[in-house]
């Protein structure tokens, strides 16, 4: 009897996901434990007005949050070849927010009117908005 390799099957490894499928699969997951953390409410927060610092306390803002049902999920970071990739996909750079919100900060229509105040390098989704015009 021959002990040679010759007669046994070999498995055929299976396919390699595609680097495309993979990020993909990763921001549809991040996307919903976004929707998950927000309850369906719009995560957007209205920076109404600042009380100026004293010799005892900062700044602070007074903010607002919105009451809107959320359907969209808002990438943080965007542009192009960076929205829905690495940092990008994670869901603390997301939020999840109204139409309403989601037209105001991106500009579709009238121009943009929710500004973010970045509160560190990245911004987060509790970071919060300043309206313009």
């Not at 809107?68 to 997301?94: E, F, P």
């Amino acid at each position: 009897m021959d002990m040679t390799t010759t007669g046994l099957r070999h498995h055929k490894p299976a396919p390699q996901r595609s680097k495309r499928s993979r990020q993909t699969a990763l921001d549809r997951k991040e996307s919903a434990k976004v929707r998950k953390r927000s309850g369906g409410r719009c995560e957007v927060a209205e920076e109404l007005m600042r009380f100026p610092a004293t010799r005892t306390s900062q700044a602070r803002p007074v903010l607002m949050r919105c009451c809107n049902c959320a359907v969209h999920v808002h990438h943080l970071i965007a542009g192009r070849g960076k929205r829905g990739v690495g940092i990008s996909a994670l869901q603390i750079h997301k939020q999840h927010v109204c139409e309403i919100c989601h037209s105001g900060i991106t500009g579709e229509v009238g121009g943009k009117r929710l500004i973010l105040v970045q509160s560190g390098p990245l911004p987060v989704y509790m970071d919060c908005y300043r309206r313009v015009r």
